[in-house]
């Protein structure tokens, strides 16, 4: 640039004398600007402020007086021409000179001398931000936003009254100020997330999030804000009751674990314990690189001995408040530190001193007293929820009342469908909360035959659920039954168009099933909601005979009934059913009712019901042609050898191998160390097992069925053996 060049631009940028003086004259008398002379020598003035004037039309001539002489005023005030202003010298113009055209002179400002780039924010503060929108940026601009958010927040479920309107357009105009833009298409998550963080109040804060709920849905952004201000928890070490340092170490190994966010949680509750303790017994230690073998067995035999509220300035009440912790509650104590020191030592921030599998080993007596125990609902409530839930009618349903205008109830469809997921999938709530788009679906089973029994099956439709990733193992189908295919169903086609939302588990982006207004189902729904409407509605009580009822154990409930029904799953079935990876976790929600463990045993014992011992006499000294074996009958004595394949055992003809028990008691007393008295088993049919038990009918069926069946002879049998037959070998 030239020197010539930069002497204009800064001449540009202050006022000539005779521009002075115009100015003084034509703001001494109303008539000023009406001379030729005069507009002509203010026109580089004022010429921004006519066109803006001009564009935008409708202004009277009194409000265009004001106007111009409200800029006039200001340029004598400052000596500079508007071009040259600043935000803060703007806002000092309209303070002093604006009164009737305040909202004027900030459009002129933005439209005709470009200060809306370097607008501030907080830029007149007591100016309403909608009036300022709309005077920046024009009232079609704004309106043209509010109807873009609204038929989003349309589509999505939210219902747009005339009082949300107004408090969302609002929020629009303010969000364009903050923005400095006519469009919120510019609006980013960092910029977004930047405004929220400038919200006044929470009020405030649930427009903005009504708002990005829509930005997402238009695919402005990625995602929603929260309309919760995070809470500022008070992590002092004096209100935890520990050191600096050790919190301070317990801090940093929960910002770097990758366990799961909620594992963490309750690890670093169980690490303030251990740190309350160490304070109270041991301040000499504070932190973990202090800690011995010796230290870690104290701590070990602490939480044995460990009470509910131990240690607590201020513990919250508590039904068991005083009494020992349950074993549960010592292992999770155990399993927080052996992790803790587990990391600390493989990350080295510390020195391996011991090692905390054996430093913090749960005590035997404590793993004993860890038992399975599956806590199915009772039958007669469980029927009356599954009831419950196929019955819901809106009427069932919490009422939303009074002027509590940004509280709302989800749909009757989405509630039910919740709820019989809850009494029909089996499974967790979280899994219940994630399940996407699309996850159930019929599958056609073509006719088979069993290749085990030869039994034919015919082709049927088995619905499906498609779960998502757990805890455990990855993405699975399982069978479900067809209420709940029918209740996902009927959502799933009243569903509004909702964006993709990123799953808490995966990261990735998916269409989540139960997701009403741009955000999915709360945490807790179940447990806060679901069950207490399904409770109330059914007249029950919060608990059953195995305490109170909540979202896991209807998974305990559905895999016990079908391991336990007439034609019931095997436990591997169960077990892949639940999702599980190893049985020892579905062993937690198997449990063996009375009924079926008395069927079992019914079944057991009718394998011994057709077993009968028989005593035998043999002979150490047998003669030729003398029995060997002599079975005792009663009334008398059987020579047979087969005896115990006899069809006539039990109900002896006379034939040649009997003897009458008078005949052979003289030989048994003048011989008695000849013979050996031994027993014999027998397999008995059910005749037999029925004449012997003394049945009359079942005797006389036995003779009759014996009629035309001749008895044994002794010229056939010669060569058999006392182990032929159905029998078994004599036993001492």
Request: aromatic share 8%; proline share 6%; net charge positive.
């Amino acid at each position: 640039m030239t020197e010539t060049a930069k002497v204009l631009a800064v001449g540009t940028e202050q006022l000539t004398d005779m521009e002075r003086e115009l100015l003084a004259l034509a703001t001494r008398t109303p008539t000023g600007l009406k001379t030729r002379s005069t507009r002509q020598g203010l026109a580089r003035l004022l010429g921004p402020v006519l066109r803006v004037i001009e564009e935008r039309g409708g202004v009277s001539s009194c409000l265009r007086h004001h106007i111009l002489h409200a800029i006039m005023r200001g340029m004598l005030m400052l000596d500079t021409p508007p071009r040259a202003w600043s935000v803060e010298e703007w806002g000092a113009v309209r303070k002093v000179h604006g009164h009737e055209c305040r909202f004027w002179l900030i459009a002129i400002a933005a439209h005709g001398y470009g200060v809306l780039p370097g607008l501030d924010y907080n830029y007149d503060g007591d100016t309403p931000r909608l009036h300022l929108a709309r005077a920046v940026f024009g009232r079609e601009v704004v309106e043209a936003e509010v109807v873009r958010i609204r038929s989003s927040l349309t589509r999505m479920g939210f219902v747009t009254g005339q009082t949300r309107v107004g408090l969302l357009r609002y929020c629009i105009a303010d969000l364009l100020l903050f923005h400095s833009s006519p469009s919120l298409d510019v609006i980013t998550d960092a910029s977004l997330s930047g405004y929220t963080d400038h919200a006044p109040s929470r009020a405030a804060r649930r427009l903005v999030s009504t708002v990005s709920a829509a930005l997402v849905e238009m695919g402005v952004v990625t995602r929603r804000v929260s309309y919760f201000r995070p809470r500022e928890r008070e992590t002092h070490w004096k209100r935890l009751g520990v050191t600096e340092e050790w919190l301070g170490w317990c801090k940093r190994w929960q910002d770097t674990s990758p366990v799961a966010e909620r594992t963490r949680r309750t690890a670093f509750g169980d690490l303030m314990s251990a740190g309350r303790w160490l304070k109270r017994d041991h301040p000499e230690v504070t932190s973990p690189a202090q800690w011995t073998l010796d230290l870690a067995l104290g701590f070990v035999r602490f939480v044995d001995g460990m009470r509910v509220g131990e240690l607590l300035a201020a513990p919250r009440p508590n039904l068991r408040m005083g009494q020992p912790l349950t074993p549960n509650s010592k292992a999770s104590i155990c399993s927080a530190l052996r992790c803790f020191f587990h990391d600390l030592q493989q990350w080295d921030w510390i020195e391996a001193r011991f090692s905390p599998h054996r430093g913090f080993a749960l005590p035997r007596q404590v793993q004993r007293s860890r038992r399975h125990n599956p806590r199915p609902i009772d039958d007669g409530f469980w029927l009356k929820l599954r009831t419950a839930s196929l019955s819901l009618r809106q009427e069932d349903l919490p009422q939303v009342g009074g002027r509590a205008f940004w509280r709302y109830s989800y749909p009757l469809e989405l509630v039910q469908a919740l709820a019989v997921a809850w009494t029909f999938s089996g499974c967790r709530s979280d899994e219940i909360e994630r399940l996407e788009l699309g996850c159930a679906y019929v599958e056609h089973v073509p006719a088979q035959s069993d290749p085990v029994t030869g039994e034919s099956v015919p082709a049927f439709d088995q619905p499906m659920l498609r779960v998502p990733v757990n805890k455990t193992q990855g993405e699975f189908v399982k069978p479900i039954e067809r209420p709940l295919l029918d209740a996902i169903t009927a959502w799933a086609r009243l569903r509004p168009v909702q964006p993709a939302l990123q799953d808490s588990t995966t990261g990735r982006m998916v269409h989540q099933l139960f997701c009403y207004r741009g955000r999915r189902v709360g945490h807790g729904i179940l447990n806060y909601a679901i069950i207490p409407i399904l409770l109330h509605k059914a007249g029950l009580p919060d608990a059953d005979s195995r305490g109170p009822i909540t979202s896991h154990r209807a998974r305990a409930t559905l895999a016990t009934k079908l391991y336990n029904g007439a034609s019931g799953l095997a436990p591997l079935e169960v077990m892949n059913w639940l999702g599980h990876t190893h049985f020892s976790s579905t062993q937690y929600y198997l449990a063996l009712t009375p009924v079926r463990l008395m069927t079992a045993f019914h079944k057991g014992a009718k394998l011994t019901e057709n077993l009968r011992m028989v005593s035998v006499m043999v002979d150490n000294k047998p003669g030729p042609g003398d029995a060997v074996f002599r079975y005792d009958l009663g009334h008398g004595l059987c020579t047979n050898p087969a005896y115990a394949a006899c069809a006539h055992r039990m109900a002896c003809a006379k034939c040649d191998f009997y003897e009458p028990a008078e005949s052979f008691a003289r030989t048994l007393a003048q011989q008695a160390d000849r013979y050996v008295r031994m027993l014999q088993q027998l397999d008995l049919t059910e005749d037999e097992r029925a004449a012997a038990t003394g049945d009359a009918e079942a005797v006389g069926r036995l003779l009759a069925r014996l009629t035309d069946q001749p008895t044994p002879d002794r010229a056939d049998t010669s060569s058999v053996t006392p182990h032929a037959g159905r029998g078994g070998q004599p036993t001492a």
